[in-house]
């Protein structure tokens, strides 16, 4: 069974940033491509970003150049930068593979003046 443990959440100012980590012991992240989603009260969760095996990464638009997506292979981590946060940016973040398996507790980023 896969457990996803992200942190790196919290309160920041709008224009702040935070860095978000997800420890995926259970997901090679040299096979697997692997995301990072957000939820937001009464919406359905997305997809903000995600990186392939080769590195290759890409993003929702609504992040883009704000977020950036790393992964650490030989720690199994995946890594969320944020930059720039708006309060549209709130929500509780999750790591995952793709295709998705379980999903973690995710880790709540709120964004508030």
């Known amino acids: 069974q896969v457990q996803l443990v992200e942190s790196g959440g919290g309160l920041v100012q709008p224009g702040g940033s935070l860095r978000l980590s997800c420890v995926a012991p259970?997901?090679?992240?040299?096979?697997?491509?692997m995301a990072w989603y957000r939820q937001a009260p009464g919406n359905q969760r997305e997809r903000v970003a995600a990186?392939?095996?080769?590195?290759?990464?890409n993003y929702a638009d609504s992040v883009k150049g704000r977020f950036t997506i790393s992964r650490d292979g030989a720690k199994n981590t995946v890594s969320l930068q944020m930059n720039s946060l708006k309060p549209e940016d709130t929500a509780v973040y999750y790591c995952?593979?793709?295709?998705?398996?379980?999903w973690g507790q995710g880790t709540q980023v709120t964004v508030s003046s």
């Open positions: 995952n593979k793709i295709p998705s398996d379980d």
């Open positions: 259970g997901i090679n992240s040299r096979i697997w491509p």
């Open positions: 990186i392939l095996p080769s590195g290759i990464t």
